[in-house]
């Protein structure tokens, strides 16, 4: 086990460096991987595949880098937060809206006498014709604000 992860780190080592790799067994017996050539042992020069050399992995980022790209994931999820805040706070007011229109129209359908404030801020009773028109205008408004889109 020991000696798969000794081959594993002298491999990566080995295509970072693209460096000569040689094997020898030591005087107890252990199998060695190194670049340099012993001087007083056998060493058998390894070839390293050419797939090994181009997969190296890539050279690691600079904290300033990876700085950056934090800050940029933090701006981006800080927009999208703001952009689902002014889409909830507009669904709010059309709802508002819409119901405030429906209530409009409701009153105006329900029937019976009603009144409006003239200029000198007196009660003066709409006609049929004034409600029929106000029906109308708030039936108009409803169905424009409380489209479904």
Not at 135 to 143: H, L, N, P, Q, V
């Amino acid at each position: 086990m020991k000696g798969i992860v000794l081959l594993t780190c002298v491999l990566a080592v080995a295509t970072l460096a693209s460096a000569q790799l040689y094997k020898y067994v030591d005087k107890n017996g252990k199998t060695v991987y190194t670049d340099q050539p012993p001087p007083d042992a056998d060493p058998k020069a390894m070839r390293i595949p050419s797939s090994a050399q181009g997969s190296a992995p890539p050279p690691a980022k600079s904290a300033v880098a990876q700085d950056r790209e934090l800050q940029k994931g933090r701006d981006k999820a800080k927009e999208n937060e703001k952009k689902a805040e002014d889409t909830a706070a507009r669904a709010r007011q059309q709802e508002e809206l819409c119901a405030s229109a429906t209530m409009a129209y409701q009153q105006y359908s329900q029937g019976g006498r009603m009144t409006k404030l003239d200029e000198k801020g007196e009660k003066v009773f709409l006609g049929d014709a004034e409600i029929d028109a106000a029906r109308e205008s708030s039936k108009r408004k409803m169905d424009e604000v409380c489209k479904k889109s």
